[in-house]
């Protein structure tokens, strides 16, 4: 039986990074009654499933967080490079006590359909145990990766012996000691993973579809020093981070690839691969735009991994990588490639031999069956669409997202998908997402949504939608912008939706850069939310526009990533 229907101003589905300062904005900010509403049983999103062996955020700890509060900022001290799950999940604590967030978040709250009522403009949203909540606003805060992406590989269901994915991974962690244990897939998590796998498994087998870059991550804990830098210096960090194209505490080089010499590139690339990180892709301006540019970054890290590994088979396969450096999200590591070196440690080329069935006791591959006490399925994630489609949206004239969608995904900015009223999408596909250090188009977005309904609230607009046209050209733009990089010449990719079968190949996240989708959004408002149609009850008038041609914000020069 239904409960009663709770009647709020904004319903906010998710309590992460996201989540969580949307609330906050909304609720203190404009005083509008706001209700989170979380599937987990805590708060941390990603970070709340993502607890593999190793995981670990692959921006580094100081900015890897909420910036828009210097005392917050200060008040926090991040204990190593790269933070884990559990330091994540105790600064978002950190903050939601701080900003008394949590008795506003309900968890073990599955939102599991929201249709939009035209004739009140309010969306109605249901939950999985039948509560009901009539909101005007509603803003998705998902995430990008967090619908497990588990192979429909023939036979797992017979499998007698223990299967996981690593973003649905067990709280209480797993027992890997005496265990012959298999893992498919070599991205940034199966990276991470592999070598902390190795270190209690007795036997470790990484089933290898696509070969991957990676640069060393060189953790650490912070010393005092840096720790003291880093609350010395909160607002020119804060500047670097936001004036960055991909929102992390460092700037890209201004030196194209062949301005120096060969002997000075090297050197570059040493400087980096010592330094560790992301920072690698940030050695030279043209990196990710010059396929030759790019070449002399890939050869340098296929012989870094040739230098490693010691079995010349191995190598081989590890090596032998098919798209250009950093067109696939590129991984960082500890100890990755080494772990190959260990005994007990194995790889399989599925190139060289593809994967036929799991059967009761192991995996299948052409060449012969291998048996598995336990399978790690790090294969990654129905990225940024998955998790609205397991949502039944219904928009104003009764379409789903999931029809809306049905070539790929098609929203104006990021932020909204025309109609779709009222709803918001907090790093939607077309937003710079992922190609960015996460918190930042998160802010940034959350703020720009509170800015809309303010003004909204302010000349008491009922409804704020988008139009056909001003999709159409953004998606235009997010296309533009990725053929401008390398990065649709990775055909795998996850970025293009081709890790999972039958999904239209589109590029997803907007690939220009955190600056330029700032300034676009920026532009968009100064021309009074141009694409944007607001309207008042029974007016037709509204504020639309005629659409962006994007060019304020200039020409496209570095993504991010
Ligand atoms: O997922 P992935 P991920 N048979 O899709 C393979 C973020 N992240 O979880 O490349 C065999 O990158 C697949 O092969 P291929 C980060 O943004 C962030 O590693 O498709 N193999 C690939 O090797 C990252 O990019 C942090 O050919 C199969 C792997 O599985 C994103 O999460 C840390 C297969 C999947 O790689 C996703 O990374 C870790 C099959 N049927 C991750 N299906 C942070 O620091 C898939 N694969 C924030």
Not at 146 to 158: F, T, Y
Not at 246 to 254: A, C, K, L, T, Y
Not at 378 to 383: K, L, N
Request: charged share 25%.
């Amino acid at each position: 039986m239904s409960k009663k229907v709770q009647k709020i101003d904004a319903l906010v589905i998710g309590a992460g990074f996201s989540g969580l300062y949307q609330l906050h904005l909304l609720r203190d900010q404009l005083g509008l009654n706001t209700t989170v509403v979380e599937t987990g049983a805590d708060l941390g999103g990603t970070w709340y499933w993502n607890r593999y062996p190793g995981a670990r955020c692959d921006s580094e700890s100081h900015s890897y967080c909420y910036l828009f509060s210097e005392e917050l900022y200060k008040e926090w001290e991040w204990s190593e490079r790269y933070p884990q799950p559990d330091e994540i999940r105790a600064y978002l604590n950190f903050v939601a006590k701080k900003l008394d967030l949590r008795k506003d978040i309900l968890f073990n709250t599955k939102v599991v359909s929201a249709k939009y009522e035209a004739e009140s403009a309010k969306w109605v949203v249901t939950t999985e145990s039948r509560e009901i909540f009539e909101t005007k606003y509603l803003i998705t805060a998902i995430g990008c990766i967090s619908s497990a992406n588990i192979p429909n590989i023939p036979g797992l269901d017979r499998f007698k012996g223990e299967w996981y994915h690593t973003g649905q991974w067990p709280h209480d962690g797993v027992d890997f000691r005496g265990k012959r244990v298999a893992q498919i897939g070599t991205g940034s998590t199966g990276i991470q993973a592999a070598p902390v796998i190795a270190e209690t498994a007795k036997m470790l087998t990484v089933f290898q579809r696509t070969a991957n870059y990676s640069v060393p991550a060189r953790n650490g804990p912070l010393n005092a020093e840096f720790k003291a830098y880093v609350k010395k210096n909160y607002a020119e960090l804060k500047e670097i981070i936001q004036s960055t194209p991909n929102g992390h505490p460092f700037r890209i080089s201004s030196t194209k690839v062949f301005d120096v010499s060969e002997e000075d590139r090297q050197s570059i690339y040493e400087a980096a691969w010592e330094k560790g990180g992301l920072q690698f892709r940030a050695s030279f301006q043209d990196l990710v735009v010059n396929k030759q540019a790019n070449d002399t970054a890939a050869n340098f890290l296929k012989q870094k991994i040739r230098d490693t590994v010691k079995d010349q088979e191995t190598a081989n396969s590890l090596a032998e990588i098919d798209h250009p450096y950093a067109a696939k999200r590129p991984p960082i590591d500890t100890h990755y490639f080494e772990t190959f070196n260990q005994q007990h440690v194995s790889l399989v080329d599925l190139r060289k031999d593809p994967i036929v069935e799991i059967t009761e006791s192991g995996i299948k591959t052409e060449s012969g069956e291998k048996q598995f006490d336990v399978i790690v399925f790090a294969t990654g994630f129905d990225a940024i669409t998955g998790k609205f489609f397991q949502i039944d949206i219904q928009g104003a004239e009764g379409k789903t997202l999931k029809q809306a969608w049905a070539e790929g995904p098609k929203t104006y900015l990021g932020l909204q998908t025309p109609g779709f009223p009222n709803l918001f999408t907090i790093t939607g596909p077309g937003s710079p997402s992922v190609l960015c250090n996460m918190p930042v188009p998160i802010e940034q977005h959350a703020e720009w949504i509170r800015d809309c309904i303010a003004y909204m609230e302010k000349h008491e607009f009922m409804s704020c939608d988008t139009d056909v046209e001003s999709a159409e050209k953004w998606v235009a733009h997010v296309n533009e912008a990725a053929a401008a990089t390398l990065l649709p010449t990775a055909k795998h990719s996850w970025y293009l939706g081709a890790n999972v079968p039958g999904k239209p190949r589109v590029f997803m996240p907007y690939a220009g850069g955190m600056v330029r989708y700032r300034a676009i959004c920026q532009d968009v408002v100064d021309k009074g939310y141009q694409g944007f149609v607001m309207k008042k009850r029974d007016d037709e008038s509204s504020n639309k526009n005629t659409s962006n041609d994007f060019s304020a914000a200039g020409k496209i020069t570095s993504p991010g990533i």
